[in-house]
């Protein structure tokens, strides 16, 4: 069974500052990817950042990056240049081909970012 | 392209009636799966419809079920509603298996 796991129930960082989600993942999968998901009080999932694990390289999009140690199944993402509109409940996710289009959440780190 | 949406987006529910959600997908993705979100379970798998066959299933009662239409609509039926069903119920379409799921903005089931 895959489980993902997300520690920090919740977070905080000052506008315009870096901060760090964590997530750890259990898989005896080979082929999988990795999420990360924002939820903002809105409540619509949005897709922040998605990684292949065949990829070694780390997945960035714009002020958004991972980083990703397969060995370790570790999958955080980092946050820079924090800005209001980042406030949101953050999800990790976790799906492989193998175990049809199933996606496993963690439960989730919610982050408020103080002006 | 338009998102995944859903209807109704609110829903007032007894115990005991049942409730038909819907989805439509973005436009050319043939897979819907439906999660139930709850602040104890977090986010739960339902089920997955790919070209109206139901391809896989999470550990819900048979009270839960879906189906999908030949256009990749897809509904969930509720029967015998509990109190402990009351959540928020997310559809996510995709165009094919391994592919990123997109979220619809949810149906909030309140049931009294």
């Known amino acids: 069974a895959q489980t993902v796991t997300q520690s920090q129930p919740e977070m905080s960082v000052q506008e315009a500052e870096t901060v760090t989600l964590s997530c750890t993942y259990d898989t005896s999968e080979n082929n999988y990817y990795l999420f990360w998901y924002k939820q903002p009080p809105s409540r619509q999932m949005i897709l922040v950042i998605r990684?292949?694990?065949?990829?070694?390289q780390n997945a960035t999009e714009n002020r958004f990056s991972v980083n990703f140690q397969k060995a370790a199944k570790s999958f955080s993402l980092k946050i820079s240049d924090s800005q209001l509109g980042d406030t949101a409940m953050y999800f990790c996710a976790f799906m492989s081909p193998n175990t049809g289009n199933q996606f496993y959440f963690g439960t989730g780190t919610s982050l408020t970012v103080i002006p | 392209k338009a998102g995944v949406t859903q209807t109704p987006r609110y829903l007032i529910k007894t115990r005991g009636q049942q409730v038909t959600l819907s989805c439509s997908p973005i436009s050319g993705h043939r897979s819907v799966s439906w999660y139930q979100q709850t602040p104890g379970q977090g986010l739960q798998f339902l089920f997955e419809y790919f070209s109206e066959t139901q391809r896989n299933k999470g550990n819900f009662p048979g009270r839960f079920s879906g189906r999908q239409f030949s256009n990749s609509r897809s509904e969930m039926n509720v029967s015998t509603l509990e109190l402990g069903d009351s959540a928020l119920y997310l559809c996510?379409?995709?165009?094919?298996?391994?592919?990123?799921?997109?979220f619809g903005p949810g149906t909030r089931l309140t049931v009294l």
């Open positions: 996510a379409s995709s165009l094919e298996t391994a592919a990123t799921q997109y």
């Open positions: 990684q292949e694990a065949y990829k070694q």
